[in-house]
């Protein structure tokens, strides 16, 4: 079974500039997250999709963050305009569904210069 | 106060020693709840459900308890390969709510 796809793994952009992340669940995956990791800390939930329907984005910066799933599968993130606070690990995972485990992708490093 | 917390470590043990995490969350209508581990610069891989009855598989044994609100991971005989952050997720009310993990080193 193929695992959660995440592109790209590595990204560096100057301040202010946009960005946006890729992520594609295991097949048949209902649930997607998107999770910002900063160093030392946990994953932070930015956003909760259940099929193409979000169910929680209390924690994401709505005015320079956006997340869609168009199609209830693969998902992108967008952050518009970057901040220094933004360089962290972005992890999308899937699940079968809203209480079961979670699998992580690679996750895609970003640097803000 | 976080609404899942966990005691940041480290904790450093010796091989072959039995250590335990807990994990303590608010939130009394969480539904799940999953132990993961983290090696360094890599990404949260599935250790364990936690069940009400408790849980084992292998070296590792797992327990909630709801009346007080938290889960424990107890690693028996540890190996030098256990080292790594180990973090406790609760689910529930369309939440998910990692803490902020438990480094564990174990030394030769």
């Known amino acids: 079974e193929a695992g959660v796809a995440q592109s790209p793994r590595y990204k560096i952009i100057e301040k202010r500039q946009s960005v946006a992340f890729w992520c594609n669940p295991i097949?048949?995956?209902?649930?997607l997250y998107w999770y910002q990791q900063i160093l030392g800390q946990g994953p932070k939930l930015l956003i909760q999709?259940?099929?193409?329907?979000?169910?929680?984005d209390s924690q994401l910066p709505k005015d320079r963050f956006s997340a869609e799933r168009l199609k209830g599968v693969d998902s992108t993130l967008k952050i518009q305009p970057a901040k220094l606070e933004d360089s962290a690990v972005y992890l999308c995972?899937?699940?079968?569904?809203?209480?079961?485990?979670?699998?992580f992708g690679d996750g895609t490093r970003l640097s803000i210069l | 106060r976080k609404e899942v917390e966990q005691d940041p470590g480290p904790f450093n043990v010796p091989e072959g020693a039995t250590v335990a995490f807990n994990c303590t969350y608010s939130?009394?209508?969480?539904?799940?709840f999953f132990w993961y581990r983290q090696d360094c610069r890599k990404e949260p891989k599935l250790l364990m459900s936690?069940?009400?009855s408790g849980n084992e598989d292998g070296r590792f044994t797992a327990q909630l308890n709801r009346a007080s609100q938290y889960i424990s991971l107890l690693i028996r005989d540890s190996k030098l390969s256990d080292s790594a952050t180990y973090l406790c997720?609760?689910?529930?009310?369309?939440?998910?709510?990692f803490g902020d993990g438990t480094t564990l080193t174990v030394k030769p």
């Open positions: 999709f259940q099929n193409n329907g979000v169910v929680d």
């Open positions: 936690v069940y009400s």
């Open positions: 997720v609760v689910l529930g009310a369309g939440k998910s709510t």
């Open positions: 995972a899937s699940s079968s569904g809203v209480v079961q485990p979670q699998h």
């Open positions: 097949s048949g995956h209902a649930t």
């Open positions: 939130n009394s209508a969480s539904q799940s």
